[in-house]
């Protein structure tokens, strides 16, 4: 895990959650634990809810440093995410690598938990596709728990705003062609980049940017492209997270023409 994101003197941006725990097939739990994590997909608990509690390797490189995990015993994948810091921003490079004895076909899943009491921004593709601008051009993916009590998102300026503190989960998916997604809590704005892969293939009806609320925490999501792995290959995912300051009283649809969020990936 990453546990921890602060502005200078700030407090954490991440979710804290102490004993949280998910239940696994064997009847063993799977702790969450709070901040940014690594996952696989497609979601299989007896796959992606692998315990990934064991003790890390800490390589250092330089202009950063990656941390490690042995392969899982059950099977057989690696993970490892590479951080870099680099004028106020974290850099990070996910990798998942088959050392198993037979091919998987997997997508490395990028997931940062934050504190509820926030508002999430998961922007839709405002371009065309067509010149005359009259084929469909967006998709909202939803899963099967969503909307069953309520309506967990609102459509403003092309951007799906999901609230939190809600009493049942939700979770809502779309495309990264945007190439970024946000959160917005107490005077502070979360963004995370990613660069979706023109010829990539992506998991969950093409939804490479998720987002889940619930009642304890928020999550924002990012999938690389699924990919075949023989055993000894691997496949990677890149992230950019930048932390912005703004006055609480903005509402949070008027964050990304206010940092300019669609203006360009930072560096």
């Known amino acids: 895990r990453i546990t921890g994101l602060r502005m200078a003197g700030g407090d954490n941006v991440f979710a804290e959650l102490g004993d949280l725990s998910l239940p696994l097939p064997d009847g063993r739990r799977y702790r969450l634990a709070g901040g940014h994590r690594l996952w696989t997909a497609p979601e299989v608990p007896e796959i992606t809810y692998a315990p990934d509690d064991r003790p890390v390797v800490v390589t250092d490189g330089e202009s950063g440093f990656s941390i490690t995990q042995s392969p899982d015993p059950t099977t057989g994948i690696e993970k490892s995410i590479a951080i870099r810091l680099q004028a106020g ?16 076909a ?16 998961l922007p839709l593709r405002e371009q065309a596709i067509d010149e005359h601008g009259l084929q469909p051009n967006a998709e909202i993916v939803l899963w099967p728990y969503t909307g069953i009590d309520d309506t967990p998102f609102v459509l403003r300026k092309r951007i799906l705003v999901i609230g939190s503190d809600r009493a049942t ?19 502070l704005v979360f963004t995370k980049y990613a660069r979706p892969s023109p010829d990539g293939r992506y998991l969950d009806r093409g939804a490479a940017a998720q987002c889940y609320s619930g009642p304890d925490f928020v999550e924002l999501e990012t999938l690389g492209p699924v990919a075949t792995l023989q055993p000894g290959e691997s496949s990677e995912h890149e992230e950019l997270w930048k932390v912005d300051a703004i006055d609480p009283g903005i509402p949070p649809v008027e ?7 669609d203006g360009g990936h930072p560096q």
Request: hydrophobic share 40%.
């Open 89 to 104: 921003t974290v850099h990070l490079n996910h990798r998942i690598t088959n050392r198993g004895g037979a091919a998987r």
């Open 106 to 121: 997997i997508a490395p899943w990028a997931i940062t938990q934050f504190p509820v009491g926030g508002t999430s921004l």
């Open 169 to 187: 989960p939700t979770k809502i998916g779309t495309s990264l062609e945007r190439g970024w997604m946000s959160y917005v809590r107490g005077g």
């Open 255 to 261: 964050v990304p023409d206010l940092l300019d969020l």
